[in-house]
């Protein structure tokens, strides 16, 4: 099966910086990468995803990258703010159902 | 647009227990997936359940079981609980017959097994 690996655990930024978070995954037939945002206490919500064909997508401060080849991706934000500050999920899927394999989670903490 | 919605919200069990969870996805969404979150385990994928049919299981013992009405709604099922099914339980809705698009989640239901 899919083996989504997500890092780091934690993270610290003081704000206004840049935060990168990084997933690998290991079947080449993944090919939809969704990350959701998780605030404390709340349910898991889609911010950013990706599909195969595409190596990059922006959206507003938040940007994920796409290396097929590698088969890692990455979560991007810049100019980062104190609401930014939750719990990220990197995931993977095959298009065979909605079965998504998700990373162990990035806690980020933005620093005011 | 009425979000998912996850029963009971909060529960305490024994272990040997069992339990049902019930999950009713977004009107006009057919595809229900149930995941249990643990700190520092991240989602794990338990199985989805399209027009009613199971499409796809994780890897999680034959205890866990699940079902779902022509209605879309959905359960889960615990049976002979363990210490170490205590976890968030999150449902998760999408409309779309592959993996199209976003997951809506619920806001889960918390199981405690003393």
């Known amino acids: 099966g899919e083996n989504v690996e997500q890092h780091p655990s934690t993270l610290s930024v003081q704000e206004g910086d840049s935060a990168v978070i990084k997933c690998t995954y290991s079947?080449?037939?993944?090919?939809?990468f969704p990350w959701y945002k998780q605030e404390l206490g709340k349910r898991p919500q889609l911010i950013i995803d990706i599909r195969s064909n595409v190596g990059e997508k922006k959206d507003q401060r938040i940007a994920v990258t796409l290396n097929k080849t590698a088969k890692h991706f990455s979560l991007h934000i810049t100019e980062t703010q104190p609401e930014d500050s939750a719990v990220y999920f990197c995931a993977a899927s095959k298009q065979n159902g909605n079965q998504f394999y998700f990373g162990t989670g990035t806690s980020l903490t933005v620093i005011p | 647009k009425a979000g998912v919605t996850q029963t009971p919200r909060y529960l305490i069990k024994t272990r040997g227990q069992q339990v049902t969870l019930s999950c009713s996805p977004i009107s006009g969404h057919r595809s229900v997936s149930w995941y249990q979150q643990t700190p520092g385990q991240g989602l794990q994928f338990l199985f989805e359940y399209f027009s009613e049919t199971q499409r796809n299981k994780g890897n999680f013992p034959g205890r866990f079981s699940g079902r779902q009405f022509s209605n879309s709604r959905s359960e889960m099922n615990v049976s002979t609980l363990e210490l170490g099914d205590s976890a968030l339980y999150l449902c998760?809705?999408?409309?779309?017959?592959?993996?199209?698009?976003?997951?809506?989640f619920g806001e889960g239901s918390r199981l405690t097994v003393l």
């Open positions: 079947d080449s037939a993944s090919n939809y």
């Open positions: 998760a809705s999408s409309w779309g017959q592959s993996n199209t698009g976003e997951l809506f």
